[in-house]
């Protein structure tokens, strides 16, 4: 199954950052978010996107202007050509109702042989895909950010995921430029289930004093070779995920050592989020 038609739910940092992958790479490809006013703004940003990697000689102008020929928003699921959708990743908030209640609106217009797929970072495949009507033709497909830049997919599989899925999937990943990597469905999968508890520790160590934030993210740049260090990495991904990882790690592996960091949980209560809120572990000046 050559997938050449993609629907990208979210037009968040990681939906956006998918649906100009995927347009790029010669899909066409629809952005739907149920909150509409969004969806301008995200479509502006992948056009200043673009347009900085045709500046930074990245990308030529014409394969630029091809891109965003081939998306489009849609302001209604009912606006939507589902008899033309082969794949739908969804990329909205990491909580499994409000997924569950969207898979319940799409599951029913999609075709019979599409495939369904979630930018989930914890959640199960398996949990999420017995939602639906499709789960052999339900996957993982967690991207990382800034999805533009960073090569890896991991590819999750459910319990009753086919093979054919599977295929489908990792093709298409190497499709978009990106390096597929098949893991089985754990909490965490593999990229979480190691890096967050580093985060974790990295905040202990703030807490308790062992150094300040900046020494901590320098000593594993310098003597783990980290292109980034943990606190950095955090304050990037956003403090509130990182929290409710942990505790999706805690709660299904029942292991204690998955506590969040109670300083991870004290700069959430006080709005101090990371990037997107302008501080975290570290500051971040408001661009002009």
């Not at 209604?76 to 499994?96: H, M």
């Not at 495949?125 to 999805?147: C, E, K, S, Y």
């Not at 070779?225 to 299904?252: F, K, N, Y």
Request: aromatic share 4%; with cysteine; glycine share 8%.
């Amino acid at each position: 199954m050559k997938i050449e038609s993609v629907v990208v739910i979210g037009s968040g940092t990681m939906g956006r950052g998918i649906a100009q992958v995927a347009a790029a790479s010669g899909l066409n490809t629809h952005l739907y978010d149920a909150a509409t006013h969004q969806l301008s703004g995200a479509l502006e940003q992948i056009d200043r996107d673009l347009q900085r990697l045709v500046a930074k000689e990245k990308l030529k102008s014409d394969a630029a202007a091809a891109a965003r020929g081939r998306l489009q928003k849609a302001e209604s699921l009912d606006r939507l050509p589902w008899g033309q959708i082969q794949l739908v990743i969804e990329a909205i908030f990491e909580d499994f109702n409000a997924k569950k209640t969207l898979y319940g609106q799409i599951d029913p217009r999609l075709s019979a042989g599409a495939i369904l797929a979630s930018n989930t970072s914890s959640i199960s495949i398996t949990q999420l895909a017995a939602t639906t009507q499709r789960a052999d033709r339900f996957i993982g497909m967690h991207f990382f950010n800034p999805v533009p830049v960073m090569g890896l997919v991991e590819i999750i599989r459910g319990l009753n995921t086919s093979d054919e899925t599977c295929r489908a999937i990792e093709a298409l990943a190497k499709q978009m430029n990106k390096s597929p990597l098949l893991v089985n469905d754990m909490p965490g999968f593999v990229s979480n289930r190691v890096l967050m508890p580093l985060i974790n520790e990295a905040a202990f160590c703030v807490m308790e004093h062992v150094a300040d934030a900046a020494t901590i993210d320098q000593v594993m740049q310098l003597g783990c070779a980290h292109t980034m260090g943990p606190l950095s990495t955090a304050d990037l991904i956003g403090l509130d995920v990182c929290v409710h990882i942990m505790e999706v790690l805690q709660r299904e592996l029942g292991d204690p050592k998955f506590r969040p960091c109670p300083l991870l949980r004290t700069l959430v209560h006080a709005g101090r989020l990371g990037r997107k809120s302008g501080r975290g572990f570290f500051e971040y000046p408001a661009k002009k």
